[in-house]
């Protein structure tokens, strides 16, 4: 059973910066695509970042310019910088693992 374990939200101040993790058990992640998603108050949940296990990466374009998605290099851990951040980033962070396997969820606030 593969469990995804994030970390990182809070609350931040707009033009602030934070980083998401998450640690995925076993090894099934390394060898398939990781990424993020969130769900805003309200609103459908939407993909914001994702990396392939070779590398490829996406981003949603009104993250673009302010969020790196990154793995380590065990590939089992998927990192989230998120900077300049504004209020509509506020949402609910998940990661994701293949197709299959998701985290709990971490909150990132971005409000003064």
């Known amino acids: 059973q593969v469990q995804l374990v994030e970390s990182g939200g809070g609350l931040v101040q707009p033009g602030g910066s934070l980083r998401l993790s998450c640690a995925a058990s076993g090894s099934i992640c390394s060898v398939v695509g990781m990424g993020w998603y969130r769900q805003p108050p309200g609103k459908q949940r939407e993909l914001v970042a994702r990396?392939?296990?070779?590398?490829?990466?996406n981003y949603a374009d009104s993250v673009k310019g302010r969020f790196t998605i990154s793995r380590d290099n065990a590939k089992t851990t998927v990192y989230l910088q998120m900077n300049s951040l504004k209020p509509e980033d506020t949402a609910v962070y998940y990661c994701?693992?293949?197709?299959?396997?998701w985290g709990q969820g971490t909150q990132v606030t971005v409000s003064s």
């Open positions: 990396i392939t296990n070779t590398g490829s990466i």
């Open positions: 994701y693992c293949g197709s299959s396997y």
